[in-house]
C-alpha cells in the first residue's frame, strides 16, 4: 500500500505544495532509491549474499540515507501531532486484542481471516475470549473456488452458470464458516465482522450457503459486515464519537443511461424527505460534491464506477464534468477529503475492489481501493460492490436499504433486511443481485 502510496500521489487536505502528507511521500520514495542505489553498489563480500557498503564509493549513499532516515523519523512524530489517522495509516498501528474486544457486544463475533501458501487460518474475537482455528483447506483450491463462484454469480444470464454457483458457495461455507461453528464460537451471534485476506475479499460471505433439508445463507442467519482489519476498526470505533452532518448528498450523474439511479435518488428524497440535496445529470460534478461533502452525514453516488488494475489509487467514480474537472473522482484525490459521515454508499461496479489477487498488483495484506479511502477520509461506514451490478436491482434494493436506515436500523442492520427482501423476491433471488454489496465499517 505504501508503494502504491508514493507511486499515485494521493491529495492531501491540505492544499500547500509543502504539505506534510506531500513531504512524507517524497521523504518515502527517497529513501526507497537511496536504498537501492547504495544496495547496488559495491561487488559484494566473497561468500556472502549480499553487497559490499565498506568501499568508499558508497559512504556519500550511507550519509545521505541515514540523514533522510533520521528527517523521516521526524516528520512522523509532526504527523502524528497534525494529522494522526494518515500517520497511523503510514505506520500500521495495531489495536491490542483486549481493546477489540471491548468494542464487541454480546452478540458479535469478529473474524478475521488470514491465507498464506503453508495455511488458512480464522482468529475469531469475542468480547470475552479469541480463539484461532485452522481452516485445513489449500490455498490453491480455495482461490480456484472463489474464482468459480464469482465467474458463475456475475453471469446468472447464462444457462449453465444458474445453479452451478451453489456448489462451490456450500464448499466455501463448509471450508470458511462450518469450522468456527462446530467449536461453539458462533453460538448466540448475531453479526458476523469480517476481516477477508487475499483472495478472500472478492468473496460475498453474504450468499455463502448452508447444507441442510433447507439451506440457508448466511445473511439469513447473521448480518454480516466487512473490516479492513480489526485494529482499522477499532480506529473507526473512536470516529463514531463524532459529531456527523445532517444532509443527505444524493449525486445521480448519468441519469438517461442508468435510468435506474433517477429512481433511486428519487426514492432517497422520498424516504428524507427536506434534509435531501438531489444533484442529477450536469449538476451532479466533483465540484458540487466536494463543496458539500464536509457537511453531510450520508453521501450517495449512483454511477459509474472503474477500477484501475494497474494502479488502485487511479479507480474512480463517474461524476459530471465541469470546467477544469474532469468528473472522475479517484481514489487519491478522495484521500484528500475532509467528510463527516456517518454513511457512504458507492452504488456503481465494483467499488468494493481494490489491488489484489484479480487485477494487474501483487496481493498484500493491505486493501487499497476507494472503500479504504473513503473511510480515510472520514466516512464511519461505506457500502459498495464486489462486481458490476444491475441498474433496475440496485435502486429496488437501495430503496428498501434507506427506508431501514430512516426506521432506525444500523447499517448492517438494514443492507441485511434489504437483501433477505430481494431474497424472497423470485425475480431478485439469485444473488447476483443482491450479494455483491458489501459494508465495511467500524462499531
Not at 458479535?108 to 488470514?114: C, K
Not at 483447506?137 to 474464482?147: N, T
Request: aromatic share 6%; charged share 25%.
Amino acid at each position: 500500500m505504501l508503494d502504491l502510496l508514493a507511486r499515485g500521489r494521493v491529495e492531501s487536505a491540505d492544499p500547500s505544495p509543502d504539505s506534510l502528507v506531500s513531504r512524507e511521500q517524497d521523504l518515502r520514495r527517497r529513501i526507497a532509491v537511496l536504498t537501492g542505489r547504495l544496495e547496488g553498489s559495491g561487488t559484494g563480500e566473497p561468500g556472502l549474499r549480499g553487497p559490499s557498503w565498506s568501499d568508499t564509493s558508497s559512504s556519500a549513499l550511507r550519509e545521505a540515507l541515514a540523514g533522510a532516515q533520521q528527517a523521516y523519523a521526524e516528520l512522523l512524530r509532526e504527523l502524528r501531532e497534525a494529522r494522526p489517522g494518515y500517520a497511523a495509516m503510514v505506520r500500521a498501528e495495531v489495536a491490542p486484542a483486549r481493546e477489540v474486544m471491548a468494542r464487541l457486544s454480546p452478540d458479535e463475533v469478529l473474524l478475521e481471516y488470514l491465507v498464506t501458501d503453508s495455511a488458512v487460518v480464522v482468529f475469531v474475537v469475542t468480547a470475552d475470549s479469541v480463539a484461532v482455528v485452522d481452516l485445513d483447506v489449500d490455498r490453491a483450491a480455495l482461490v480456484a473456488l472463489v474464482d468459480f463462484a464469482r465467474g458463475t454469480l456475475t453471469r446468472p444470464e447464462r444457462a449453465a452458470a444458474r445453479q452451478a454457483w451453489r456448489t462451490a458457495l456450500r464448499r466455501l461455507y463448509d471450508e470458511l464458516v462450518a469450522p468456527v461453528e462446530a467449536v461453539g464460537l458462533l453460538a448466540g451471534k448475531r453479526r458476523l465482522l469480517i476481516a477477508p485476506h487475499a483472495e478472500l475479499h472478492y468473496l460475498p460471505f453474504a450468499a455463502l450457503l448452508r447444507r441442510g433439508a433447507s439451506e440457508q445463507f448466511l445473511i439469513e442467519r447473521y448480518e454480516v459486515q466487512y473490516l479492513p482489519s480489526a485494529s482499522a476498526w477499532a480506529r473507526l470505533g473512536d470516529r463514531r464519537a463524532g459529531a456527523t452532518g445532517a444532509m443527505v448528498l444524493a449525486l445521480a450523474p448519468q441519469v438517461r443511461a442508468l435510468p435506474g439511479s433517477r429512481a433511486e435518488v428519487a426514492a432517497i428524497a422520498r424516504i428524507y424527505g427536506a434534509r435531501v440535496r438531489v444533484l442529477a445529470g450536469a449538476d451532479a460534478t466533483e465540484r458540487a460534491l466536494r463543496e458539500a461533502a464536509g457537511r453531510a452525514g450520508i453521501i450517495h453516488l449512483a454511477t459509474y464506477g472503474v477500477l484501475n488494475k494497474h494502479n488502485p489509487l487511479f479507480s474512480f467514480v463517474d461524476l459530471a464534468p465541469d470546467g477544469a474537472d474532469d468528473g472522475r473522482l479517484e481514489v487519491r484525490e478522495v484521500f484528500g477529503l475532509r467528510l463527516n459521515a456517518r454513511l457512504v454508499v458507492l452504488s456503481a461496479c465494483q467499488t468494493a475492489l481494490g489491488s489484489g489477487s484479480l487485477v494487474d498488483v501483487p496481493p498484500g495484506d493491505d486493501w487499497v481501493g476507494l472503500v479504504r479511502a473513503f473511510l480515510f477520509a472520514g466516512a464511519s461506514n461505506v457500502l459498495a460492490t464486489l462486481w458490476p451490478v444491475q441498474d433496475a436491482a440496485t435502486a429496488t434494493l437501495m430503496e428498501r436499504f434507506y427506508a431501514g436506515l430512516a426506521a432506525g436500523s444500523s447499517e448492517a442492520e438494514a443492507i441485511a433486511g434489504a437483501q433477505r427482501s430481494m431474497l424472497r423476491n423470485p425475480e431478485t433471488a439469485h444473488p447476483f443481485y443482491w450479494a455483491g454489496f458489501s459494508l465495511v465499517g467500524g462499531p
